[in-house]
């Protein structure tokens, strides 16, 4: 069981679901997971990575949408799976543009309420000089006196 995943592993996972058909379980994931990246996870694991749920709720919600599907040849089922996989991804991509739009405005309308200015909010982070530091040195002690 791992709780880390690496950006590279998280990429898979969610391309994995983008394109998975039929009928999806956290079961079935976390058993598809171990396969593709050949780790162990739980599905509080999964369901705790945002990208993940999204990609998982945008799979559950597309499975119960299926339509009967009509045999073609491979080349036309693997574009049409490609553009399903696409397809999936935009309205994902759409619903969480639309979150972050509605997040936005509402910092807005909290920065003018407290009067800041575009100019202010523009201000560039400043820099952190990671090679020093101004506080003291901390000594340490190995072992007890006086016991």
């Known amino acids: 069981m791992t709780k880390h995943l690496t950006p590279l592993e998280l990429s898979a996972i969610e391309d994995a679901l983008y394109s998975w058909e039929g009928t999806i379980t956290w079961a079935g994931v976390c058993d598809k997971v171990e396969a593709l990246i050949g780790k162990s996870v739980t599905r509080q694991t999964l369901s705790g990575n945002y990208v993940i749920k ?25 574009a049409a799976d490609r553009i399903s996989r696409l397809e999936s991804e935009i309205a994902a991509l759409k619903s969480e543009n639309s979150k972050l739009i509605e997040k936005f405005l ?35 002690r190995r072992g007890r006196k006086g016991r």
């Open 106 to 140: 509402r910092w807005q309308y909290n920065a003018y309420i407290k009067g800041l200015t575009e100019a202010h909010l523009d201000k560039p982070l400043p820099i952190i000089d990671r090679e020093r530091s101004d506080a003291p040195l901390r000594v340490v």
């Open 54 to 78: 999204r990609a998982y709720d945008q799979a559950k919600s597309r499975s119960s949408n299926v339509a009967p599907v009509t045999p073609s040849p491979s080349s036309l089922k693997i």
